[in-house]
Structure formats: C-alpha cells, structure tokens
C-alpha cells in the first residue's frame, strides 16, 4: 500500500487469487477429479462449483453410493491438499423414494439449491426459480420506467434485451415447460416491460406492439428454444420405426412415459412441440430452423401454448 510493502510469502497450497494464471491452476489442481469419482456417480464441474450426482432404483444402494462418492471427494481433496468445505456443501434427494433416505452426517438437506443462476426444486416444479425470476424481472421493469422517461423507445429497447430478456432467456428450456401458470407469470411482466416502450397503459392491448417492436413472447421464445433442441436431438419417425403409412408417419415417435415429469423434459416437449409445426418449418433444415420459426412467431405473437397449437 502507497511505498509499502508486506514481506514476501511462498503458497503452500492452493493458487492465488486474482492472478491470471489461478483458473488454469485450478484445472490442473482438479484435472482428475471428475475420472475419481466416475464409478459410483457422476460428476458436473464449472469452474470451482462441483456438483455430484448419484441415482439408482434402489433406496438403499442409493445411499451407500451416496456415502462412497462423498467419501472419496473428501479423500481425494485431503491427498491434493484441497479443503473440503462441508458448511458450504448441501445435498438436495429427488424421487419417489426420497423420503426414504437417512440423513448424510455433517452434509445440510435442502429442499431447493441455487446451481449456476438456476433454483432447483426437490421437485423440479420450478416455482421457486420462477419466483426469483419475477423479482428480478421487476426491478428491471422499474430501470426500464426511468430509460423511458429521459431516453428514446430505441434506447429502451436495447435496454429491455440487456437487463430483462437476457433474465427471461436464461434457462427457459428447463422452467418453460414446468407449468402454464409459472409461463403466464412472465408473461405479464413481460407485456408490462411492453407497455411501458410503446408508451401504452394497462388497458390497451400489447399484441401489437410485440410485432411493431419486433419482440418474442416468452411462450415463443421457449417453443424455439425447446424445438431447435429438439431437433438436435437423435430422434426417430414413425415411418422409421414401422412401415405402416399414416399421415403422422412422418412425426417424431415420442417414447411411452408413465409420469407427467417426464413429458417435460426438453427433448420430449421439444419434439412434441415440432410435431405440431407446419410441413415447410419441420422439413427446415437445422441452419435456418430458428430463423425461420422466429419470423413465423413474430407474426403471431402467442400468450399460451394452446394459441401455438391453434395457429398450427
């Protein structure tokens, strides 16, 4: 500080912080770790934030599974001289059975855990990461009120697609599907944010000023997302499943289910939703796919998943 300065120090563990040269130590510190645990769970990294992942029909080999992975983490950070920090790990059950589960010693059961600017649920309703959602998307209304006043409708706009739709975007192919309510509840800070650039008030319509501002709905925006996903995906058509010729042969086969969950996964309702697209935007190929349902759906400006299916 100012002319001093402190008395050198080795590290004698860990990376410094700060320096350029900490995240390209910290991988090469945590390089194995994901191939450490891989037998008994699986295991997502982004940068300093692990997260492990176990799963098993049966209650009981989940919990000694659970008990195994927990256990050679810690080992293998007490080998690298890493710190296994258990105030700030929580362990999160899911399932039909995860009730059933004893408690993990000196781990913190949560119902609900903040991973990566996403809320999960024991659930997975995500009602709890759309409630964060909507506070967020508030207060990015109130800043867009201020633009407005002393700036254009232009200026507006770009600050509407920095400060509220990024929020809106981020992680829609996941909660979009959880729920109509949960996708109205946006909606309605969403035609708000609307309202507010077209310098229109409550009572009028804002159908229109979602094309005149060439704007996306949050329904549209997440039947792009969760289509242009599926169509990614490795999926089969009827045709190419049997040689029976129906009109619907040329869909994709959607696999038989036995909860409603699972018909909210990304690539089912992705593809149960291009199912219902017109023949010239499912025959699209996969480089003009979004552009071309982005066009389409600026048309229309849909509120619900029932006028997507109407307009179909």
């Known amino acids: 500080m100012c002319t001093r300065r402190s008395a050198p120090l080795s590290v004698k563990r860990g990376v410094p912080q700060g320096s350029v040269l900490g995240p390209v130590l910290f991988v090469l510190f945590t390089s194995d770790f994901q191939k450490h645990l891989e037998t008994y769970c699986y295991s997502v990294m982004y940068a300093d934030d692990t997260v492990l992942v176990t799963s098993h029909n049966s209650a009981e080999e989940l919990e000694i599974n659970t008990y195994i ?10 080998n690298n001289d890493l710190v296994f920090n258990t105030a700030k790990t929580k362990y999160i059950t899911m399932g039909k059975k ?4 004893s408690e993990l010693p000196n781990l913190t059961k949560v119902e609900e855990v903040k991973h990566l600017g996403m809320t999960i649920d024991n659930r997975l309703s995500w009602n709890d990461h759309v409630d964060q959602l909507c506070a967020r998307l508030s207060s990015a209304i109130f800043a867009l009120k201020r633009i407005k006043l002393i700036s254009t409708t232009a200026a507006t706009k770009t600050a509407y697609h920095a400060i509220f739709e990024t929020h809106l975007r981020y992680g829609i192919i996941l909660w979009g599907s959880s729920s109509a309510q949960n996708l109205q509840r946006v909606l309605v800070l969403q035609k708000h944010a609307v309202r507010i650039m077209a310098g229109l008030s409550f009572p009028d319509t804002c159908r229109d000023a979602f094309r005149i501002l060439n704007i996306l709905t949050v329904t549209s925006i997440y039947i792009i997302d969760a289509i242009v996903y599926a169509s990614k995906q490795t999926l089969q058509t009827h045709r190419e499943i049997h040689s ?3 009109r619907h042969a040329d869909n994709l086969h959607l696999p038989a289910h036995r909860t409603t969950l699972f018909t909210k996964k990304p690539s089912f309702a992705g593809a149960k939703l291009m199912n219902m697209l017109p023949h010239h935007l499912r025959n699209a190929s996969p480089n003009t796919l979004k552009r071309k349902l982005q066009d389409w759906l600026l048309d229309y400006s849909v509120y619900t998943l029932e006028e997507f299916r109407d307009i179909c």
Not at 69 to 78: D, H, L, N, P, R
Not at 98 to 101: G, M, V
Request: proline share 0%.
């Open 244 to 246: 029976y010729n129906t």
């Open 69 to 78: 992975s927990i256990g050679m983490a810690e080992q293998y950070c007490s």
């Open 98 to 101: 995860k009730d059933q589960l």
